[in-house]
T-cell receptor, first 114, second 112 residues
Framework: NAGVTQTPKFQVLKTGQSMTLQCAQD?????MYWYRQDPGMGLRLIYY???????DKGEVPNGYNVSRLNKREFSLRLESAAPSQTSVYFC?????????????FGDGTRLSIL | GDSVTQMEGPVTLSEEAFLTINCTYT??????LFWYVQYPGEGLQLLLK?????DKGSNKGFEATYRKETTSFHLEKGSVQVSDSAVYFC???????????FGKGTTLSVSS
């Protein structure tokens, strides 16, 4: 049972470099999400995709772009990394339209920007 | 806007002690409420949920009751174990169902 798989698990970047965080789910979920987790801040939504072909901004979208490649995959791109983007990034998925359905999370990508 | 407030930690308990982690929320309508747990180095796992007033969610000895009159969803466990040491997040899903709104998390440390 893979669930939600994120790659890479760890990454160190230099300021100004770009990279893409990958996420794939095998639960046939319609909705996918990207969060960042910072100490004392809980999790904050960056972008979400309610269904294949749609994406919407969350609470903290600046500096990020996303692509919903197909139903399974949802990637997060940092075009020009900044130290403020040092964080742990979590991808999640859930059934669409069901308010009481929980989200399933990956194990996270720990990103450091020097 | 919608928000979740949880008690700040860390919470430090001895094994077999009683646990309460307070959670209150602000939301329009009737959100669904969740508790997630995060063990060191891992992602978040759903612990329990409740979808309407007076519902009680339970799992692994943990319980929480959806109290609309006090807008609360406090997490309780009668006898904690060392293996319960983790960070606990209270969250709500609004009526639009677009995403979860999380509290800041409460770190629980249980010693033997």
């Amino acid at each position: 049972n893979a669930g939600v798989t994120q790659t890479p698990k760890f990454q160190v970047l230099k300021t100004g470099q770009s990279m893409t965080l990958q996420c794939a789910q095998d639960m046939n979920h319609n909705s996918m999400y990207w969060y960042r987790q910072d100490p004392g801040m809980g999790l904050r939504l960056i972008y979400y995709s309610a269904s294949e072909g749609t994406t919407d901004k969350g609470e903290v979208p600046n500096g990020y772009n996303v692509s919903r490649l197909n139903k399974r995959e949802f990637s997060l791109r940092l075009e020009s990394a900044a130290p403020s983007q040092t964080s742990v990034y979590f991808c999640a998925s859930s059934d669409r339209g069901a308010q009481n359905q929980p989200q399933h999370f990956g194990d996270g990508t720990r990103l450091s920007i020097l | 806007g919608d928000s979740v407030t949880q008690m700040e930690g860390p919470v430090t308990l001895s094994e077999e002690a009683f646990l309460t982690i307070n959670c209150t929320y602000t939301a329009t309508g009737y959100p669904s409420l969740f508790w997630y747990v995060q063990y060191p180095g891992e992602g978040l796992q759903l612990l329990l949920k409740a979808t309407k007033a007076d519902d009680k969610g339970s799992n692994k000895g943990f319980e929480a009751t959806y109290r609309k009159e006090t807008t609360s969803f406090h997490l309780e466990k009668g006898s904690v174990q060392v293996s319960d040491s983790a960070v606990y997040f209270c969250a709500l899903k609004n009526q639009a169902g677009t995403a979860l709104i999380f509290g800041k998390g409460t770190t629980l440390s249980v010693s033997s």
